[in-house]
């Protein structure tokens, strides 16, 4: 062997992070001297920032790659290194905030799961003076994934980040401190029910609402009521999560109060929709169920949390967030509005799902559609998104 070859017990710190490239070896350092492969990924990441944007990428997917390992590596070294290597060191350019925007997310989820609540308290003792610092963020990301697992609450340290981060006002900071009833799907995945994709799987799950005629008549009265704000909001789990195109969500009134009957499939097709452009050309009918808001909030929710096809998993406390302001932009309800009030005035609505066979509906990938009636039977929200390129 070349005596200028690295051997077992080099100083990691010394050698270039992407050396260690097996798995095993950097488990093995991250358990036995995490310290030296912050060291190391501080350097990459410095020499990175002023060598442009390759190296940059070049020491993200690296750096976030170490971090990754380190929090999934049981121990307070570990789970300190890996945020401040995420929070601290990534480069600041177009490229860093991007990709780092996705790591903080990746690594807080696996603190979540991996570490002990012990070895994470820690973390929080120094309070934050910036909403947007990334060291901050990822904290905020941490508690948004303790949240999610019932975890955290009565720590002082933890509560006092929280307090914090409100006050600076971090978007992650609005969210509810423990799940409600109406999240207990969120990151559940039950055998044998994955996105439904035919009119079948629908009628399986979700009873159907028969067509009447009066529905399509009334559907015809409808009158658009653009809003681009609220718009863009009711889409954000999918254009955050990458999904491949942009959802269509469109807002209506009625001249009067609609007749529960009558929301049913033969109603939607009377809108103005992109989503139904042909329906009736092809093979196969459209078809309308009733849903309930916990289907609907956890389909958004999963629609950022796994990410489009290919697209970017947000991890669950942002993927919380965009189904939150997702829902309550299909409400229609300020921001101001408290979660369990949102909660009360979700369930005195009438949900639809629907699909059709158009150019839209794929069938393939992911297609998701929802109608929602409000209690005055006056005003009616669709959105449609669809994870197939239409051109692809």
Known sequence: ??????????????????????????????????????????????????????????AVRTTGRVADVLAETRSRDCARFAVDMVGRLLPTGP????????????????????????????L????????????????????????????????????AYAERLRELGHPLAALPGTRFDIEHRFTVRVRGLGSVK????????FPEILPTDSGGAAGHTAGQTPDGTRARAAAEPFTAGGWAREPEVRFFTLPRPLDPDDF????????????????????????????????????LFAAAYDGGVNGRPQGGAYARLYAWNSLYALLGLPADVPFPE?????????????????????????????????????RVTVLAATDTDADG
């Open 198 to 205: 035919t009119p079948d799987q629908l009628r399986s799950r």
């Open 1 to 58: 062997m070349n005596g200028n070859q690295a051997k077992p017990g080099d100083d990691a710190s010394r050698r270039p992070l992407g050396d260690l490239s097996g798995m095993a070896e950097l488990r093995l350092r991250a358990g036995s001297r995490p310290e030296e492969l912050y060291e190391a990924a501080e350097r990459l990441c410095r020499e990175a920032s002023d060598d442009g944007a390759v190296a940059s990428a070049t």
């Open 95 to 122: 490229v860093g905030r991007q990709e780092g925007d996705r790591l903080r997310r990746s690594v807080a989820a696996k603190l979540a799961k991996e570490q002990q609540l012990r070895d994470l308290v820690p």
């Open 342 to 378: 949102a909660v009360g005035q979700a369930l005195d609505h009438r949900w639809l799902r629907f699909m059709a066979f158009t150019d839209w509906f794929h069938h393939d990938t992911a297609d998701e559609a929802f109608a929602v009636l409000d209690p005055t039977r006056t």
């Open 264 to 299: 049913n499939i033969n109603f939607v097709k009377a809108l103005p929709l992109d989503c139904l452009v042909g329906e009736g050309m092809r093979r196969g009918g459209a078809v309308a169920c009733r849903t309930t808001p916990d289907d609907v909030l956890n389909t």
């Open 124 to 159: 929080f003792e120094e309070l934050p003076d910036d909403a947007e610092d990334p060291s901050a963020d990822v904290r905020a990301c941490l508690l948004g994934e303790l949240a999610l697992i019932g975890a955290g609450r009565g720590r002082p340290a933890l509560d």
